[in-house]
């Protein structure tokens, strides 16, 4: 059977008993153990760390919930550190902060899983087709590939002797098909090669060689991968403030089956369950769910909302319909407008003319036309609630379909790496649930395959036990490490580790540590190094070249980028891609700050772009930003005595900038076009735009008004090519008519 809780009694390295319980924190006696040794913990055998030995006692940090479990109980040493298992089935699959396959458990125990329930990462059932790469009598060495399995369409998994083996001859090889915890290569010295082995999650599994970051990681977003991209094997931080909101307002209505029409904000104030609260936000997983109408395909349905949840945002869109409906949403919060067919907009995308979806009276869909639609920064609490299945409810005035939290990830979908890995660190649970129903759904643009064939997401939310959130994170870059040591190049996508520092910050609380700032425990920053120095690009044992990538979500309370954990991350990586909060206000997506952001890869990654792309790329890119920061320098100016006192060169290089921030830094992330820029793409558009800006300033030097260069035809043209399917024919056609424009002007 997959899934088991241990048996009482099982015979460890030894036992000892509990001394004290403080939360997530148990103190034993008895014990003679190592650090980060596995502890049994109880009656039912809680899984647990020694995080600290104190003469006779032995503190443990216990990855499930401990209530109940009082002092006499008994302590299993186990004798070896917490170690995830490796192998083929890896990918698609679904895992708690501790190697749990959580599908796995929900078929066996439903929804809730019980405590000291133990199964292992991978499936004993599966057999996969071994094909052996070495022969009969070969030296292998260990991290050397003794043969493949095809794991998914896209990736053929290679099994490799372990690092921790001492290597030899082939004595005994088989072919066929296995499975994970058969021998399929067995050494001379006695050593076996199964398809899995396993690896202690808090140490870094070793290379040959570490190699500098020199191969741009491309996302296919212009903004980073321009002026700040990241490298293969580096490190980068995204920044934004907790609660950043994909909600409503408290005052809008949520239609019921039972109940008819309630405020969402009288809901949650009435709403009985447990109950877990996080800075400026608070969930509560409903014990009576409520049944509302929802929208299931072209059908509208009932279903069962699970949780209520209620935040912070910075502002609100405002949306009026011609019927008289009236929305107030957070600027990410999904509609879903109507064209030919139904998609699901983020507010702050919908213009007036556009049209969303409604109920009709026979259960069917109706639509009905936007007449005005603004934005209004400011604080404001908002209010969600969790549909799984469709995630979506009706609300509002009138009836309206709203969509619930969705957690969009451009990087996932579009980085040229080979495997992701997703670990979900601390989120809210219905956050977590949203990106593990979307991202099955989702197609890699790369193979046209699945894009779970070449992830593993690992949900550990914050209503779990706070200490597997530490443990997550270590599990999540074992798993990126493994997949390196095949000669994969690996992002990691860690969010947020503001969370796992939070879990720190508890543990630490409980150990009665001396605090450092904010609460936080002073080794901070040394847990952060820890976790971001396993990143990097290497030439692995087997003489393969691969890389992890390391993208760190970091989720500030109240958006304060100078509280700790948001500066020991800026100091040890490499990439800040910093969200702006007026830009969102603007509607500019995607919200990089161009003058705040850096990258310090770009030096070291314009060799590569020379040649691979243009060898005016550095050229552009440093034009870019200059002009950029002569727009905000400008802008100081205008401010005071208005645009029209500039001199007319100065007055082009504000419409100049204009035109960088509008038609290239901007990119729509649901459109087909234009959500995946390749380099070529983003090389050819910015040099359009540096040719007008040339041209442009030729024309000005003799005297051509700057309102006749920026109302030219082509420069309006020039905004819709990044759009176009044949932008390679649309963009030649528009240069011939700006050659021909400025040729009128005298310019050329």
């Not at 030219?712 to 050659?739: H, P």
């Amino acid at each position: 059977m997959a899934v088991k809780q241990r048996e009482k009694r099982v015979a460890g390295k030894g036992t000892g008993e509990i001394f004290r319980v403080a939360g997530p924190v148990v103190t034993a006696t008895g014990l003679r153990p190592r650090m980060y040794d596995v502890q049994f913990v109880g009656e039912e055998q809680l899984l647990g760390e020694v995080i600290q030995i104190m003469g006779d006692k032995t503190v443990i940090q216990v990855y499930e919930d401990t209530s109940g479990v009082k002092p006499g109980e008994a302590v299993l040493d186990t004798g070896a550190p917490l170690v995830v298992e490796l192998g083929p089935g890896l990918l698609g699959s679904i895992y708690d902060g501790v190697q749990r396959p959580l599908p796995i458990l929900q078929k066996v125990m439903g929804d809730f899983i019980l405590r000291g329930v133990k199964s292992p990462g991978l499936t004993r059932e599966k057999s996969w087709r071994f094909n052996p790469r070495v022969k009969q009598c070969q030296a292998v060495a260990p991290g050397e590939v003794v043969g493949t399995v095809q794991e998914a369409k896209n990736v053929e998994h290679r099994i490799m002797v372990p690092p921790n083996f001492r290597g030899g001859k082939v004595a005994q090889l088989k072919e066929g098909t296995f499975k994970v915890d058969e021998v399929v290569v067995q050494l001379d010295n006695g050593e076996q090669v199964k398809l899995v082995q396993t690896w202690p999650v808090r140490k870094a599994r070793p290379v040959r060689e570490r190699l500098m970051p020199t191969i741009p990681l491309v996302t296919g977003q212009r903004v980073l991968d321009f002026l700040f991209p990241i490298a293969k094997g580096g490190t980068a931080a995204i920044p934004g403030g907790f609660g950043t909101g994909k909600c409503v307002t408290g005052d809008t209505f949520v239609h019921t089956v039972e109940g008819g029409r309630h405020r969402i904000k009288d809901l949650f104030t009435k709403a009985k369950g447990t109950m877990t609260r996080n800075p400026n936000e608070t969930t509560i997983h409903l014990s009576e769910p409520i049944e509302v109408f929802s929208l299931e395909g072209q059908r509208v349905t009932t279903r069962m909302a699970t949780h209520l949840y209620r935040g912070l945002t910075e502002g609100l869109v405002s949306i009026r319909t011609k019927n008289r409906r009236h929305l107030s949403v957070t600027p990410v919060h999904k509609l879903f407008r109507v064209r030919d067919r139904i998609e699901e907009v983020p507010a702050i995308l919908l213009r007036p003319g556009d049209s969303i979806a409604i109920p009709d009276v026979t259960e069917g869909l109706a639509s009905d036309r936007i007449v005005e639609a603004s934005y209004h920064p400011g604080a404001s609490l908002v209010y969600d609630l969790t549909v799984p299945g469709s995630h979506n409810f009706l609300g509002g005035n009138l009836p309206t379909f709203l969509h619930n939290t969705v957690t969009e990830q451009q990087l996932s979908k579009w980085c040229d790496a080979q495997v992701v890995i997703y670990i979900g660190c601390g989120e809210r649970g219905n956050e977590m649930t949203e990106v593990l129903s979307t991202f099955p759904k989702l197609i890699d643009p790369y193979t046209g395959a699945p894009l779970m064939e070449r992830m593993s997401l690992i949900a550990n939310t914050s209503n779990m036990p706070v200490a597997a959130r530490e443990a997550s994170v270590y599990t999540g870059m074992t798993l990126a490490e493994y997949y390196r040591d095949m000669g994969y190049n690996v992002a990691l996508m860690a969010d947020s580790t503001s969370r796992w520092a939070e879990a720190m910050r508890e543990i630490s609380s409980r150990l009665e540590e001396m605090p450092g700032e904010e609460g936080f425990p002073a080794y901070l920053s040394a847990r952060l190094s820890e976790f971001y120095e396993r990143a990097g690009r290497a030439k692995t044992l087997s003489g393969l070249e691969g890389s992890v990538s390391v993208v760190g979500a970091v989720s500030p309370s109240g958006g304060d980028f100078s509280e700790p954990v948001t500066q020991g991350t800026l100091r040890i990586v490499k990439v800040f891609w910093a969200l702006d909060t007026a830009l969102r206000a603007r509607r500019h997506f995607p919200a990089i700050n161009w003058l705040q952001s850096y990258s310090l890869y770009t030096q070291i990654l314009e060799d590569w772009f020379r040649k691979n792309v243009n060898e005016e790329w550095p050229r552009l890119r440093s034009w870019t930003q200059r002009t950029l920061q002569e727009e905000a320098e400008l802008e100081e100016i205008v401010r005071l005595v208005g645009a029209d006192a500039l001199p007319p060169d100065q007055q082009l290089t504000l419409e100049v900038a204009r035109m960088i921030r509008e038609i290239f830094l901007q990119q729509n992330a649901y459109h087909a076009v234009d959500t995946f820029c390749p380099p070529e793409r983003q090389f050819k558009l910015i040099s359009a735009i540096k040719k007008y800006s040339d041209l442009g300033q030729k024309a000005v030097k003799l005297d051509v008004p700057t309102k006749d260069v920026a109302s030219l035809k082509s420069r309006e043209l020039l905004t819709r090519v990044k759009y176009e399917s044949e932008f390679d024919k649309e963009l030649t056609n528009t240069l011939t008519q700006m050659d021909e424009e400025f040729k009128r002007l005298g310019a050329t």
